[in-house]
């Protein structure tokens, strides 16, 4: 009971190869496709990897160029296939290797499947990784004088601007830590000292955030310093000032960024998965149609073509059979063991005779 | 005496046709490429526009865009009639349009011509529209409650931010305008009234900056305002002044961007011009030469092609009488036999006879 057989003949098997040849050309342009989608993926995780603490979000762009590569090289040996299917001498150099190719090419679908479910299973990861980037980034801004920190100061500008963000969660991050250097402060003046000794690390903290966080859209001036004093500054409430700074955290903007990226891919690596099984299904009914007309004695006559020979439990049944035996082939062949020492398997040695005798009795 | 003559025997008219068939489709691509050139030029100028004072410098984007546009659609149309040139029989639809469609494209490569050139004559245009725009810009920067000048400010500390720039030639410009608005001064405040009433016109001058004059690439937290006054700050030296606010001007930046923008264009679309010239050369000669196959009557013989089928003196001259022979065209003949020209012998008066004309009754 042959799976999801049809009927092909010689002018509808050449059909499906020519189809199938474009079609998998077409799969080696999408394997391009999820190539470069995984080095631009890569390129831009890369460019803010100094505000993440660890890359294990960077599986996902691998995963996507090794499946881009490996996806070109196996549609392109499917073409090779398609083409020497309408020769009938060439076809059966193939033969041994489909078996292969299928593997391969449905491993491929799955690793795809992968990429998408990781894209979202991973968000928490980057999530994390991004909370340790940035407080360490926040926390290093004003070490621009100690080698290997000193272009936090710049990094972390950079980012606030162009992502419109401040601070890790919002701007009172800020409040939390000394992001002016001791260096440019004035140790004799009575402000600066209060300021450190109220403190219990002896840090100078202050209501007061850069000046990339400022937002240009705010119709005043940007007020940088003594945010939380509403007397310091001329017709201004610090609870309902909504435009000075940005509002949102950075951490939130990079998630957002990279989660909109990965799911403005997520249509295009599934209709890559959909073409890449038509070609699987597609090669499978070429390769049983031209196997089956090999066999007849009429190279012009109708063959059947399907994607399994006997149905799904048995072909299941026989694979199991398969692989026991080939399991088998390590252990210990009962029937040779005889001539070794029985004294060192005594069981098995009347387990036997046993066996024997039992089998002897019944036939006399 | 012809100018550039050159004979043509019949394969060599059709591979020359082919040649042009192919030409004049590349043609219809570079025509493509220089409307995509004018597109992006003027969505680069529309961005800034707004510090900019005049809009003259629209015309170069809108020149490259309509020559674009005229470069695929008589290019397509060269494709066609080179096409047909092939054979004589089909040649003979086209005569009459042969030639102006000639005169057009001659035209039509003028004026790329002058788009590649109006590239780099407009720059002093713009140095001057930018200086007027950026001034008007850092007045109304504290404008942000007066329609149509709201947005003036974000403009600004964008441009400020994204091109590294500070001010119309540097960051002092910023000392002489009043860039806070007065609803964010404290009127009742004595400093604020000190400095008020120190100004000539009563306008709040400070030696500060926007936040957005500051440079990231300072090792300190930016410093705004009392910028001249070195002792205001601690451990004010050199170096940290030198890095605190970006050094450039907003013009200066702004001249940089467009300059490079458009000398880029500006050599492209003179290769283009290049390009047009040969293939309009090429559709000259397959003109002149397939009209002198007509000519001779004899489909496969040798013909003649040419650029100019007299000097270009004598074209010249007689292009001239053309257009003053046009002119004329509403003037009396003097050759006009039906006309009377009164001459020598007319002076003796031939008597009129009066005709009796019988009254019957």
Redesign the interface.
């Known amino acids: 009971m042959r799976l999801l057989k049809m009927k092909f003949t010689q002018q509808r098997q050449v059909r499906l190869a020519q189809g199938l040849w474009l079609l998998s050309w077409l799969a080696v342009m999408c394997g391009i496709f999820v190539f470069f989608l995984g080095l631009y993926l890569k390129a831009e995780l890369l460019r803010r990897a100094e505000v993440m603490d660890n890359s294990e979000i960077h599986v996902v762009p691998n995963i996507l160029m090794m499946v881009g590569l490996a996806s070109i090289g196996t549609n392109w040996v499917a073409s090779r296939v398609c083409q020497d299917s309408l020769d009938m001498s060439r076809f059966p150099r193939w033969k041994a290797f489909l078996l292969a190719w299928f593997v391969v090419a449905t491993l491929l679908c799955f690793l795809l499947l992968t990429v998408v479910v990781l894209s979202y299973a991973l968000q928490g990861s980057l999530e994390e990784s991004l909370k340790v980037g940035l407080r360490n980034g926040i926390r290093f801004y004003k070490d621009t004088d100690v080698p290997g920190r000193c272009f936090q100061k710049e990094t972390i500008d950079h980012l606030q601007m162009e992502f419109r963000c401040c601070g890790n969660n919002n701007f009172r991050d800020w409040f939390e830590v000394q992001w002016v250097s001791n260096r440019y402060l004035d140790f004799t003046s009575k402000d600066i000292k209060d300021r450190i000794r109220s403190n219990v690390d002896g840090r100078y903290l202050l209501d007061g955030v850069p000046f990339s966080c400022c937002n240009p859209a705010s119709p005043r001036p940007c007020l940088q310093y003594r945010l939380t004093d509403n007397s310091a500054h001329h017709s201004y409430d610090y609870q309902s000032e909504e435009l000075n700074l940005y509002n949102r955290g950075c951490r939130k903007a990079l998630i957002d960024y990279y989660m909109g990226l990965m799911n403005s891919t997520g249509p295009g690596v599934l209709s890559v998965i959909l073409i890449q099984m038509s070609v699987v299904l597609s090669l499978r009914y070429l390769q049983t149609a031209v196997e089956g007309s090999l066999a007849l004695e009429d190279p012009e006559g109708d063959s059947e073509g399907y994607i399994l020979e006997k149905g799904l439990k048995e072909t299941f049944e026989d694979l199991k059979v398969k692989v026991l035996t080939f399991l088998k082939f390590g252990q210990v062949d009962p029937s040779t063991a005889q001539d070794s020492p029985e004294a060192s398997d005594p069981e098995k040695a009347s387990d036997n005779t046993t066996g024997k005798a039992a089998s002897t009795t019944p036939a006399s | 005496m012809a100018v550039g003559k050159l004979t043509f025997t019949k394969a060599e008219r059709e591979k020359l046709a082919e040649v042009l068939w192919m030409l004049n489709w590349i043609s219809v691509v570079t025509g493509a490429i220089l409307l995509s050139l004018g597109v992006f030029l003027k969505v680069e100028i529309q961005k800034w526009q707004e510090v900019m004072s005049e809009h003259g410098i629209h015309y170069v984007p809108n020149t490259l865009i309509t020559t674009g546009l005229a470069a695929c659609c008589i290019n397509f149309l060269g494709g066609k009639i080179c096409l047909d040139c092939t054979d004589t029989n089909k040649f003979l639809r086209w005569k009459l349009v042969m030639m102006p469609y000639v005169i057009c494209t001659f035209f039509f490569t003028s004026c790329v011509l002058m788009g590649a050139l109006m590239c780099y004559i407009i720059r002093s245009q713009l140095e001057e529209s930018l200086l007027l725009g950026l001034r008007n810009a850092m007045r109304y920067y504290k404008d942000?409650?007066t329609p149509g000048r709201?947005y003036l400010?974000?403009t600004l500390?964008?441009l400020q931010?994204q091109f590294q720039c500070c001010g119309n030639s540097g960051y002092r410009d910023w000392f002489q305008v009043q860039?806070?608005?007065n609803?964010?001064?404290?009127m009742t405040?004595s400093l604020v009234v000190d400095r008020l009433r120190s100004n000539v016109e009563g306008r709040y001058l400070m030696d500060g900056v926007?936040?957005?004059c500051?440079s990231?690439?300072s090792?300190?937290?930016?410093i705004?305002y009392h910028i001249s006054n070195t002792s205001a700050?601690?451990?004010y030296d050199q170096q940290s002044q030198q890095l605190n606010l970006w050094r450039r001007g907003c013009r200066q930046a702004l001249m940089d961007h467009y300059t490079g923008i458009m000398q880029s264009i500006g050599l492209t679309v003179l290769l283009i011009w290049l390009f047009e010239l040969l293939v309009l050369t090429g559709v000259r000669y397959l003109q002149t030469a397939m009209e002198n196959v007509i000519r001779l009557g004899d489909p496969d013989s040798e013909s003649d092609g040419w650029i100019l089928e007299n000097s270009l003196a004598e074209t010249a001259r007689s292009n001239f009488n053309i257009i003053k022979n046009l002119g004329k065209c509403y003037q009396v003949d003097d050759d006009d036999p039906n006309i009377n020209v009164p001459t020598a012998t007319t002076e003796q008066e031939v008597p009129s006879r009066q005709v009796q004309i019988p009254v019957t009754s």
């Open positions: 942000t409650d709201c400010k974000k500390d964008l931010i860039w806070i608005s609803r964010y001064l404290d405040s926007p936040f957005s500051c990231t690439l090792p300190r937290p930016c705004q700050h601690f451990n």
